[in-house]
């Protein structure tokens, strides 16, 4: 099995500002996602992030909005940019280890 | 990729045997099928993934018929804290690999 951290668990921001939301695996793992969930809604994908090139972002979602890193095979960010009401949601990070686990998720409420 | 659909909601009282059915009309072969629980606030929780027939662990059982086209989910005795949403997906464990696309899910309510 693969345990998944995320930072911040929960935040609070201003519309307009930007978040990074931060995600440690405790080992290697060559595939790791970004997910969405609304409130009261099923999960999204918003993209792969690849280890030493670009994020592959899913229909809907674009490289200004959500920029992507991945250092390592470790860990990766998420950054939440010019923030808006309507991006309220839970962030959720997510690698393959035989199957495919999820992180506990950030909770983002955007003012 | 393979699109699955679930009841939107089922009803149960603590103690009862809880099956719920997935349906997945266009599983390609190299298509597995796991199941998820998710409580609110928390991230999705892996629970069982089978690719034919039968797979049992300490949680649940996983039955999926010959034609793979639909698979069971079963939670034997359930109690209040199974109240969760449980989700049904299907994707290629093998080198094809991409992420796990999630559907609606079943909302499951435990009444004592």
């Known amino acids: 099995s693969a345990v998944i951290s995320q930072k911040p668990s929960r935040d609070i921001c201003q519309r307009g500002t930007s978040l990074t939301i931060q995600c440690q695996v405790d080992s290697q793992v060559t595939m790791m996602f970004w997910y969405r969930q609304q409130p009261g809604q099923s999960l999204t994908l918003i993209a792969t992030?690849?280890?030493?090139?670009?994020?592959?972002?899913e229909s809907g979602f674009v490289i200004d909005k959500f920029p992507i890193s991945r250092p390592n095979l470790t860990f990766s960010t998420l950054t939440v940019s010019n923030m808006s009401p309507e991006d309220s949601s839970i962030y959720l990070c997510?690698?393959?280890?035989?199957?495919?686990?999820f992180g506990p998720g950030t909770r983002l409420l955007v003012l | 990729l393979a699109k699955t659909t679930q009841p939107i909601s089922m009803d149960s009282y603590e103690g009862q045997e809880v099956n719920i059915t997935c349906s997945h009309n266009n599983i390609a072969t190299n298509d597995y099928i796991t199941w998820y629980q998710q409580f609110p606030s928390q991230g999705p929780r892996f629970i069982i993934q089978g690719y034919k027939t039968k797979v049992t662990n300490e949680v649940a059982s996983l039955f999926i018929p010959a034609d793979r086209k639909s698979s069971t989910l079963s939670l034997p005795r359930v109690s209040l804290s199974d109240t969760a949403v449980y989700y049904c997906?299907?994707?290629?464990?093998?080198?094809?690999?991409?992420?796990?696309?999630f559907g609606s899910g079943t909302r499951l309510q435990v009444q004592p």
């Open positions: 992030a690849n280890q030493g090139s670009e994020a592959t972002y």
């Open positions: 997510s690698v393959v280890k035989e199957t495919q686990y």
């Open positions: 997906l299907v994707g290629d464990m093998g080198t094809g690999r991409r992420a796990l696309t």
